[in-house]
């Protein structure tokens, strides 16, 4: 995709939940406003956008069309609100404390996904090129 009012969303196409949930929101995005990147491929090309392979593939990332990045449940919250039949739960940011609350339960999601998933990061993914 090349519209540069797109979100562009990073998703570990190795793990198959996330696949799924890819799938589903590729067929709900009838306005195409999302763009999906999968960074699983060794060679990914992540473009110019401000995070490494290894932390693409630990969590969900979007990149907002000017420039900025959110992540984990903010990311979720951002293709909720890119779908309208969606855009209702992206309505939860504005009740007190859920966006933390969203957060939390995301990183909890995260410690079992190895398990759910059979999804373990090889050794070159859990690194990035950090000095």
């Known amino acids: 995709m090349t519209r ?3 979100i ?3 998703y570990d196409g190795l793990c198959p939940l996330c696949r799924k949930e890819v799938a589903f929101y590729r067929h709900l995005d009838r306005r195409g406003r999302l763009a999906w990147l999968d ?3 060794a060679d990914a090309e992540l473009g110019d956008a401000p995070l490494c392979r290894a932390d693409a593939l ?3 990332h979007a990149r907002l069309p000017d420039g900025r990045m959110v992540s984990g449940a903010a990311a979720f919250l ?3 609100s890119a779908i309208p039949v969606l855009t209702p739960l992206s309505w939860l940011r504005l009740l007190p404390g859920m966006p933390w609350l969203l957060e939390r339960g ?3 999601f995260l410690k079992i996904r190895p398990w759910l998933t059979g999804r373990r990061p090889d050794a070159d993914d859990t690194v990035c090129g950090r000095l």
């Open 8 to 10: 562009t969303v990073y």
């Open 39 to 41: 960074v699983a491929p």
């Open 106 to 108: 995301y990183r909890g």
């Open 4 to 6: 540069t009012d797109a």
């Open 58 to 60: 630990a969590r969900l």
């Open 78 to 80: 951002t293709i909720w």
